[in-house]
């Protein structure tokens, strides 16, 4: 079982810049495709960013190429996203996620997820 806890949520204004991170305590963590998804109020879960288990591969939704960078640090078993120029449109909960698949953009392929950081972009 693999726990996944975020944290570096906040509130910013459009412009600015928030950096999440996702700790996966566990000996295991460098197996892992991790993937950032958002879910906005009243919207369905959508795929952000993944990063293959040695950082070499990254992957990223339209909406976010170019302004948002993953990375990870296997030795502490930490993924981060690195958000830049935010938008009021990428206001939504992001949740950290886990998969032994192979790199996915589907929420369905994750096996392990986190409780959730809010982000709220302002105006």
């Known amino acids: 079982q693999v726990q996944l806890v975020e944290s570096g949520g906040g509130l910013v204004q459009a412009g600015g810049s928030l950096r999440l991170s996702c700790a996966a305590p566990?000996?295991?963590?460098?197996?892992?495709?991790m993937g950032w998804f958002r879910q906005a109020p009243g919207k369905e879960r959508e795929f952000v960013a993944a990063i293959t288990w040695n950082g070499g591969t990254t992957y990223y939704a339209d909406s976010v190429k170019g302004r948002f960078t993953i990375s990870r640090d296997n030795a502490i078993n930490t993924v981060h996203l690195q958000m830049n120029s935010l938008k009021p449109e990428d206001t939504a909960v992001y949740y950290c996620?886990?998969?032994?698949?192979?790199?996915?953009?589907?929420?369905?392929?994750?096996?392990?997820w986190g409780q959730g950081t809010q982000v709220t972009v302002s105006s």
């Open positions: 996620a886990g998969s032994l698949s192979i790199p996915t953009r589907s929420a369905s392929l994750y096996d392990y």
């Open positions: 566990g000996r295991t963590f460098s197996r892992y495709v």
